[in-house]
T-cell receptor, first 114, second 117 residues
Framework: GNSVTQMEGPVTLSEEAFLTINCTYTATGYPSLFWYVQYPGEGLQLLLKATKADDKGSNKGFEATYRKETTSFHLEKGSVQVSDSAVYFC?????????????FGQGTILTVHP | GAVVSQHPSRVICKSGTSVKIECRSLDFQATTMFWYRQFPKQSLMLMATSNEGSKATYEQGVEKDKFLINHASLTLSTLTVTSAHPEDSSFYIC?????????????FGPGTRLTVT
């Protein structure tokens, strides 16, 4: 079956530091990959996505590249801000009986200090 | 746009009682809604998929008689936890998909914290 593994948190950084949150996956076929973000008190929001190998998703300064050879989709940002403090979820969706359904990683809590 | 609300945000109930959680799409029509359960420090686990006007499809291991899902309109889905027990205490999250967006676009509600005493 499908599974997603994220690096364990929590991650604590100072403002303007570089961020990497690792994500690897196991899936049948050719999944689409996503990063969702959950700010305190809010629902999950789609941050970025990539639907095929070597695609790069980007949004709000965050980037992630779909690496089929390493089955990874690591999230990066060059300079984090306090407002980036949130929980980040890596997810995938594949075809077949799982079509349109999302499989999530366990989430990584990011705290950015001024 | 694409806002999903859940009510209540928190609920405490006694063991053996039933609790209903509502999920509403506020500014779009949701043909498909999903219900997830999230344990502390763990991932979201998909419980069931509901399509408006038809029976929900439950994931393996989810008791359909315990977690009743109704998607009676294009803007409302409800999850009823019947005969709740302390092990049902969890964070329940719904999401909704609009027919006008991509197959993978889901809009999430803020979640409902259920505590069974």
């Amino acid at each position: 079956g499908n599974s997603v593994t994220q690096m364990e948190g929590p991650v604590t950084l100072s403002e303007e530091a570089f961020l990497t949150i690792n994500c690897t996956y196991t899936a049948t076929g050719y999944p689409s990959l996503f990063w969702y973000v959950q700010y305190p008190g809010e629902g999950l929001q789609l941050l970025l996505k990539a639907t095929k190998a070597d695609d790069k998703g980007s949004n709000k300064g965050f980037e992630a590249t779909y690496r089929k050879e390493t089955t990874s989709f690591h999230l990066e940002k060059g300079s984090v801000q306090v407002s980036d403090s949130a929980v980040y979820f890596c997810a995938l969706s594949s075809g077949g009986t799982s079509y349109g359904k999302l499989t999530f990683g366990q989430g990584t809590i990011l705290t950015v200090h001024p | 746009g694409a806002v999903v609300s859940q009510h209540p945000s928190r609920v405490i109930c006694k063991s053996g009682t039933s609790v209903k959680i509502e999920c509403r799409s506020l500014d779009f029509q949701a043909t498909t809604m999903f219900w997830y359960r999230q344990f502390p420090k763990q991932s979201l686990m998909l419980m069931a998929t509901s399509n408006e006007g038809s029976k929900a499809t439950y994931e393996q291991g989810v008791e359909k008689d315990k977690f009743l899902i109704n998607h009676a309109s294009l803007t409302l889905s409800t999850l009823t936890v019947t005969s709740a027990h302390p092990e049902d205490s969890s964070f329940y999250i719904c999401s909704a998909r609009s027919p006008g967006t991509g197959i993978y676009e889901q809009y999430f509600g803020p979640g409902t914290r259920l505590t069974v005493t």
